[in-house]
């Protein structure tokens, strides 16, 4: 089965805009795994832009399914992952200037620092895993590493479909498949996300190597005509649609 994980983050982004305590994350998460969701993620920044840390708290409580914790390979964030131990953890680059991350981890030219950081982690129980481009170098190192599961960015493929750049998108779209053939054969485990929408998720779903999408933004921005629970169950719909 294709698992859902649905990224929170941007229920944060709004109830920070306002400075308020409304829009609740946790909330949204509930009504995720009430919709269909598989698990939740969330991406605690280093500048807490969106998720800040009693949110972190509150999710570990209140989640019945599995939390993704989204980092950067950064000491403090290790610190608060070895406290929470959560299901999952998907180191991702971070840059403070970024509107949101940009491409994947430069893993192979930081191949010896990466396994002595996720080392403890494997060590917690959480499942470790990589966020990259669909890059072989890339996978190789993040398997060298002892990361269990890859998360390949799906970034650029979206984006080449939204600007109607087709032959460009179908090219990263060949990558991505072949990636995920060469990192399942290597016994790393596969996940995508960023950017993914309706448009867009259905031939990556149908890749049979894949395993969970996580999806955030486009969600969350549905939800404002649909509702939340309506939005995840027709991206749900077309995931299994792919699938089947």
């Not at 479909?161 to 991505?176: I, N």
């Not at 549905?222 to 719909?237: D, K, Y």
């Given at each position: 089965?294709?698992?859902?994980?649905?990224?929170?983050?941007?229920v944060a982004t709004v109830r920070n805009a306002r400075g308020s305590a409304y829009?609740?994350?946790?909330?949204?998460?509930?009504?995720?795994?009430?919709?269909?969701?598989?698990?939740?993620?969330?991406?605690?920044?280093e500048d807490r832009r969106h998720i800040a840390d009693a949110d972190i708290d509150a999710l570990m409580e209140a989640l019945s399914v599995p939390l993704n914790f989204e980092m950067a390979a950064t000491d403090e964030m290790q610190a608060i992952a070895l406290r929470h131990k959560p299901h999952a953890v998907c180191i991702v680059p971070e840059k403070r200037e970024e509107r949101t991350t940009e491409g994947g981890l430069e893993v192979a030219r930081e191949e010896n620092k990466l396994a002595h950081f996720i080392a403890p982690l494997r060590d917690a129980g959480c499942r470790v895993s990589i966020f990259i481009a669909a890059d072989e170098a890339?996978?190789?190192?993040?398997?060298?590493?002892?990361?269990q599961v890859i998360e390949l960015h799906t970034g650029a493929y979206c984006?080449?479909?939204?600007?109607?750049?087709?032959?460009?998108?179908?090219?990263?779209?060949?990558?991505?498949?072949?990636?995920?053939s060469f990192a399942h054969a290597l016994g790393l485990e596969v996940h995508a996300g960023h950017g993914l929408t309706y448009e867009t998720v259905q031939p990556i779903a149908a890749q049979p190597e894949v395993m969970e999408?996580?999806?955030?933004?486009?969600?969350?921005?549905?939800?404002?005509?649909?509702?939340?629970?309506?939005?995840?169950?027709?991206?749900?719909?077309l995931m299994d649609d792919a699938r089947a």
């Open positions: 089965m294709l698992r859902l994980g649905v990224n929170i983050d941007h829009p609740d994350p946790v909330r949204a998460a509930k009504l995720a795994e009430e919709a269909g969701a598989d698990g939740i993620t969330a991406h605690l920044r890339q996978i190789e190192a993040a398997n060298r590493i002892g990361a984006d080449f479909h939204a600007e109607g750049r087709f032959e460009e998108r179908d090219a990263e779209l060949a990558r991505l498949t072949n990636m995920a999408l996580n999806i955030g933004h486009f969600l969350i921005g549905e939800s404002i005509f649909r509702g939340l629970a309506p939005a995840i169950e027709e991206m749900r719909r």
